[in-house]
T-cell receptor, first 111, second 114 residues
Framework: TQLLEQSPQFLSIQEGENLTVYCNSS?????LQWYRQEPGEGPVLLVT?????EVKKLKRLTFQFGDARKDSSLHITAAQPGDTGLYLC???????????FGKGTSLLVTP | DTAVSQTPKYLVTQMGNDKSIKCEQN?????MYWYKQDSKKFLKIMFS???????INETVPNRFSPKSPDKAHLNLHINSLELGDSAVYFC?????????????FGDGTRLSIL
């Protein structure tokens, strides 16, 4: 069962553009985590959002957790080639022992 | 120092063989995981262990047998490999099994079945 629907699946943009990635579910999560994965490496945590409505910023990346804790978004301002990678959202249903991952958004930023 | 290390990085073998993947974490974490990432990059939990004890087995075929000799190690043995087992397998760890814990991933083992 796919709990988290992530969109878009692929995104190819030019340097300087803005973009938003969405992560949606009908389930309520105790937290949503965002990871970034580069080729040949494992996912690396970017941020964890815990409180409904929470907004966190990481340089040009802005993460938001929906008020009902069922969805989240990642907004990148003025994308750079170094932002290229696979972005994964992952929800914790409260047990902590398993993360439910979305299918990922593969982002390509060209100069 | 690598926090979560898994070996080998690449594993190419024939259908029907048995193989093992090793994982070690030096973070002092209590909880370790195995995930499978398919060709479409979907990452799915296979097992989670807490202090050497199995917590989650997500309907994985019993050809897959994890073993945790101590809480710093979680190895994965696979019997009678099938074509569908081709994937990248990731080991991960977290401080413990409480909610909202970040997970630290190894760099993956790419398994290719010929």
């Amino acid at each position: 069962t796919q709990l988290l629907e992530q969109s878009p699946q692929f995104l190819s943009i030019q340097e300087g553009e803005n973009l938003t990635v969405y992560c949606n579910s009908s389930s309520v999560f105790s937290s949503l985590q965002w990871y970034r994965q580069e080729p040949g490496e494992g996912p690396v945590l970017l941020v964890t959002v815990v409180t409904g409505g929470e907004v966190k910023k990481l340089k040009r990346l802005t993460f938001q957790f929906g008020d009902a804790r069922k969805d989240s978004s990642l907004h990148i301002t003025a994308a750079q080639p170094g932002d290229t990678g696979l972005y994964l959202c992952a929800g914790d249903l409260g047990s902590g022992y398993a993360l439910n991952f979305g299918k990922g958004t593969s982002l390509l930023v060209t100069p | 120092d690598t926090a979560v290390s898994q070996t080998p990085k690449y594993l190419v073998t024939q259908m029907g063989n048995d193989k093992s993947i090793k994982c070690e974490q030096n973070l002092g974490h209590d909880t370790m995981y195995w995930y499978k990432q398919d060709s479409k990059k979907f990452l799915k939990i296979m097992f989670s262990y807490n202090n050497k004890e199995l917590i989650i087995n997500e309907t994985v075929p019993n050809r897959f047998s994890p073993k945790s000799p101590d809480k710093a190690h979680l190895n994965l043995h696979i019997n009678s490999l099938e074509l569908g087992d081709s994937a990248v397998y990731f080991c991960a760890s977290s401080q413990d099994g409480t909610e909202n814990q970040p997970q630290h991933f190894g760099d993956g083992t790419r398994l290719s079945i010929l």
